[in-house]
């Protein structure tokens, strides 16, 4: 892929993914140090560290991809930037995407952003047009990805839109919670004796990562194609689980996702079906066990899964909205292998040697003559 794209409408826009009139010339381009001044919008100030971040590790994750020809394990960041006529830059809008395995064969949309100051066009097709071409720059960019996640929140028909528009169909409706953990008061609750308290690590890894299986949807847990290995790479040693010793399977289990930009950490909350009993006292040790006080957690649970929502109603939690989550698979068209092509090209040259049939007679009269 070029290492930008340039997209320039000086008329009427050409078709539903091009830039709106008034918007002009502008370029997509892959997150380089220059761009971080110009990044001082309000929508992009709480993604500065993420963003410094990934420039960070830019260059060794560019050297190890290389050395080990798998796909890069930082943050991919594009922003979309225009040339005023005063010559100085403005930025548009960014999109951080991030591989949810080691195959690479499953990415997720994790911020697409559009800049809140006022445009030259501040018309709803303009930014439309915007976060389009960066998402689908950055499906593009992802070669070897066969699936793409991305959450929007129920409220942003933008965004839902632009998801719709590039192939994205939804797979649940989640609550968003935020959960301040308080110091408790008194002894904490004693677990079931048959349950014990584990961290996160490579031997406990294989347990929770049958825990979210069986937790998961079907086709979500197809798209997501996720191994032992990416729950740990994603993940590393922060989280805890509840260990059935009886059984020696976990049946819940908290781990890190990623850090809030708004503050605080979000978190995967998962809990066997068959073990629903455990949202009280146990799973709210479980959560305490993570969270030391003062932190914040952000938590998603289904919009139908109303045990879990009056629990974390009586944790204390507040909601904080709704997000949709939505899926696609990427099929892509394969051209011929180089070593099938030449099989043909050898194929082509032995046939003018191989012996051809004599062609049969044709009859010049009539039959019987």
Do not use: K
């Not at 949810?100 to 952003?113: A, C």
């Not at 069986?214 to 590393?236: N, T, V």
Request: overall charge positive.
């Amino acid at each position: 892929m070029p290492s930008s794209v340039t997209i320039s409408v000086p008329g009427q826009p050409v078709d539903a993914g091009a830039p709106a009139q008034g918007l002009g010339h502008w370029v997509i381009q892959p997150l380089q140090g220059w761009h971080l001044p110009l990044l001082d919008d309000p929508a992009f100030l709480p993604l500065q560290p993420l963003l410094q971040r990934s420039l960070l590790l830019a260059m060794p994750d560019r050297l190890l991809t290389a050395l080990l020809h798998r796909p890069p394990l930082a943050a991919e960041v594009l922003v979309a930037l225009r040339t005023l006529s005063s010559g100085r830059h403005q930025v548009l809008g960014l999109i951080i995407c991030r591989r949810l395995n080691r195959s690479g064969s499953s990415w997720q949309v994790e911020h697409l952003r559009l800049a809140l100051q006022p445009h030259d066009d501040p018309s709803c097709s303009g930014r439309h047009a915007v976060a389009a071409a960066l998402l689908r720059e950055a499906i593009q960019r992802a070669r070897g990805a066969t699936s793409w996640i991305a959450t929007a929140s129920s409220l942003d028909s933008t965004r839902l839109a632009v998801l719709r528009e590039q192939g994205f169909q939804p797979q649940r409706t989640d609550q968003i919670w935020r959960w301040q953990a308080a110091a408790t008061t008194g002894a904490a609750p004693s677990l079931p004796a048959n349950l014990q308290l584990r961290a996160l690590n490579r031997r406990t890894a294989p347990l929770l990562w049958h825990l979210e299986q069986a937790s998961c949807p079907a086709q979500l847990r197809q798209l997501l194609d996720r191994r032992i290995e990416d729950l740990l790479d994603q993940s590393g040693t922060r989280g805890w689980l509840l260990l059935d010793t009886n059984r020696n399977e976990a049946v819940a289990g908290v781990r890190w996702l990623a850090d809030q930009p708004g503050g605080g950490q979000r978190v995967e909350f998962t809990l066997h079906p068959a073990w629903l009993h455990l949202l009280g006292p146990a799973a709210e040790l479980l959560l305490r066990r993570y969270a030391p006080p003062g932190s914040t957690l952000w938590l998603v649970s289904d919009v139908a899964d109303s045990p879990r929502h009056d629990w974390l109603q009586r944790l204390g939690a507040e909601p904080q909205g709704e997000q949709v989550l939505m899926a696609r698979s990427v099929w892509r068209r394969h051209g011929p292998q180089p070593a099938e092509r030449a099989a043909r090209r050898i194929e082509a040259v032995l046939e003018q040697f191989q012996p051809r049939r004599r062609p049969l007679p044709t009859p010049v009269g009539p039959f019987g003559s």
